[in-house]
């Protein structure tokens, strides 16, 4: 970054002197009392001079109230892949992995104010009796969109694939223990890196989950990878073996 100082004695030097028989130039400014110069011109100067223009953070990942989205979920250990749809309708939202014919069926639920999953198949996991739809607790779109809005910016990427898409890649966490490093014990308890649109934050195309929450993945981290994403309402609906919201 060039100082006010050298860019104003810069600004006055780019300024033509008048002719010889026309107004005397200006006295110099002493230096460090330059005026500030004119905006255009310093930017020109520092286009000339190769420093880059200031960057802007784009917008943190948003989950919207209404949309639709299919692709697949990705288990790499255990050599998963699977359909997946994401679907969200006036704020609540529902994920489906996989279904009775696949390895893994599953579904993340919010459903007014209230977080739920079920688990119907997972490898090693008996499937009777039938799971309990486990009631997590509080939890909603405002409380996840507040959460992302604590995500570090990693980066512009391109996800390949049939459409190559543009993307933000964005990583946020949330960390049990101490909030003071080296002082006491801290622990992850979620991470996710998040790939949304550059041009709509609401739009995503890719989600990495790594954490506790992936309880019966060896590794702990599952992929979801969406193929379409649209802003219209989708279906969202409550299991019937899960109980009411809180």
Known sequence: MISTSV???????????????????????PAGNAAPADETTVAGLGQAAGVPPVFEEPRPPLLPADFRGEGRYVVRDLGIDVPF???GRGGDSQMIAGGPEHPIWFTNIIYRNTLYTLTYKWPGIPATPPRQC?????????????????????GPEILQGKKDRRVDHWRVGVVGGST?????????????????????????????QFGFQNLFDPALDEWFTLTTFSHQPGTVTLPDRCPPPL
């Open 7 to 29: 860019t104003g004695a810069l600004a006055l030097a780019l300024i033509a002197p008048g002719p010889v028989d026309g107004p005397p130039p200006p006295k110099p400014t």
């Open 134 to 154: 486990d009631r997590v607790g509080f939890f909603n779109r405002q409380i996840l969109n507040d959460l992302l809005k604590t995500a570090r910016y990693v």
């Open 180 to 208: 003071q490093p080296g002082e006491n014990p801290r622990f992850p308890i979620a991470l996710g890196d998040v790939y949304v649109d550059q041009r709509n934050p609401g739009q995503w195309w890719q989600v990495l």
């Open 85 to 87: 749809t994401w679907q």
